[in-house]
T-cell receptor, first 113, second 111 residues
Framework: DAGVTQSPTHLIKTRGQQVTLRCSPK?????VSWYQQALGQGPQFIFQ???????QRGNFPDRFSGHQFPNYSSELNVNALLLGDSALYLC????????????FGPGTRLTVT | GQNIDQPTEMTATEGAIVQINCTYQ??????LFWYQQHAGEAPTFLSY????GLEEKGRFSSFLSRSKGYSYLLLKELQMKDSASYLC????????????FGTGTKLQVIP
């Protein structure tokens, strides 16, 4: 049973650049959420995708955008990177009509210099 | 706003029992997650409570009281590998649209 996968594992970018992170949900899951986790903090909800649409959004600027594909995989795009965007970016998936068990991928560690 | 409180750090002895508390004040409630997170790794799902009461899963149990805005995670027969951060997270009303996390409790298990 394939779990949630994310790529790349690590990424280093320069201020002002753009980045795209990728996520494939757990087999059988159709909903993907993205989180940002700063060091020593809990994950912060960015947004959630279901049926290829953004269903809900947290308190993140429009520089953060996403997409979900017909195979349920998802991308997170961040434009005009700031130093403060350095964090662990986590993707989580659930089955919308399931029991609510949300599983996380291994994350992408983004460093902005 | 949403408020989820957990102790910042706890220390317990190998073989003992430890209880990690979580209190929440949120605009709506659909359920509560507990996750384990080792340093540098992604959170691992432990439990999801929707109804009041205790749910047991091996050495880990989770309790929820919706009326009191309170949950706890109970870890029995502690092992050194249980040293990790434990995250409490609330699913807000409206389904799975938003999950709000606490800052986590860092548990250190000592010999």
């Amino acid at each position: 049973d394939a779990g949630v996968t994310q790529s790349p594992t690590h990424l280093i970018k320069t201020r002002g650049q753009q980045v795209t992170l990728r996520c494939s949900p757990k087999s059988g899951h159709d909903t993907v959420s993205w989180y940002q986790q700063a060091l020593g903090q809990g994950p912060q909800f960015i947004f959630q995708y279901y049926e290829e649409e953004e269903r809900q959004r947290g308190n993140f600027p429009d520089r953060f955008s996403g997409h979900q594909f017909p195979n349920y995989s998802s991308e997170l795009n961040v434009n005009a990177l700031l130093l403060g965007d350095s964090a662990l970016y986590l993707c989580a998936s659930i089955y919308d009509r399931g029991l609510g068990e949300q599983y996380f991928g291994p994350g992408t560690r983004l460093t902005v210099t | 706003g949403q408020n989820i409180d957990q102790p910042t750090e706890m220390t317990a002895t190998e073989g003992a029992i430890v209880q990690i508390n979580c209190t929440y004040q949120t605009s709506g409630f659909n359920g509560l997650f507990w996750y384990q997170q080792h340093a540098g790794e992604a959170p691992t799902f432990l439990s999801y409570n929707v109804l009041d009461g205790l749910e047991e899963k091996g050495r880990f149990s989770s309790f929820l009281s919706r009326s009191k805005g309170y949950s706890y995670l109970l870890l029995k027969e502690l092992q050194m590998k249980d040293s990790a951060s434990y995250l409490c997270a609330v699913v807000l009303s409206g389904g799975y649209q938003k999950v709000t996390f606490g800052t986590g409790t860092k548990l250190q298990v000592i010999p």
